[in-house]
């Protein structure tokens, strides 16, 4: 299989999904529903050879909910993909992308404790950075930094 360029793979989201994709020269965007994460995750690697997991992390919209976003890439192809999806104000769960790509299991708990999503189906789902005890998320907007919290150990 010819490897795809950003146009190509664009094209075949769009197809496939009927997601609105921007290229902006080799980085193709797509905003998905979570109920799509998954699928999408998996066209990715499968179909447009996006093997090498990036990152993952969560921004903190307030009122309007929180995004999770993740970047992909097919090195062969140069071609990278943004793909972000939306959770409803008050919503902290979104699937699991370690059945996809295993480099995303620290990234998700990462994501968990700094935010505060909660990645379902995730095989580890605890504290990497702060103690287990810590209460709160220290990258969410509503956090109050001047309550006490448990010490680092």
Request: charged letters at 25%; a negative charge; proline letters at 5%.
């Amino acid at each position: 299989m010819t490897p795809p360029t950003a146009a190509d793979a664009a094209a075949r989201l769009r197809e496939q999904f009927a997601l609105e994709a921007t290229v902006d020269g080799a980085l193709v965007s797509v905003t998905v529903a979570v109920e799509q994460w998954q699928a999408v995750a998996r066209f990715a690697r499968e179909r447009l050879g996006c093997l090498y997991f990036c990152f993952l992390t969560a921004v903190d919209w307030k009122e309007q909910g929180m995004e999770v976003l993740c970047r992909v890439e097919n090195l062969d192809a140069r071609v990278a993909l943004m793909l972000r999806t939306r959770l409803a104000a008050g919503a902290d769960r979104c699937p699991t992308l370690t059945g996809v790509w295993r480099g995303a299991d620290w990234m998700e708990r990462e994501c968990w404790d700094m935010f505060g999503v909660h990645f379902d189906g995730h095989p580890d789902h605890r504290r990497i950075l702060l103690a287990e005890d810590w209460e709160g998320h220290p990258l969410r907007k509503d956090y109050a930094v001047d309550t006490p919290h448990a010490p680092y150990r």
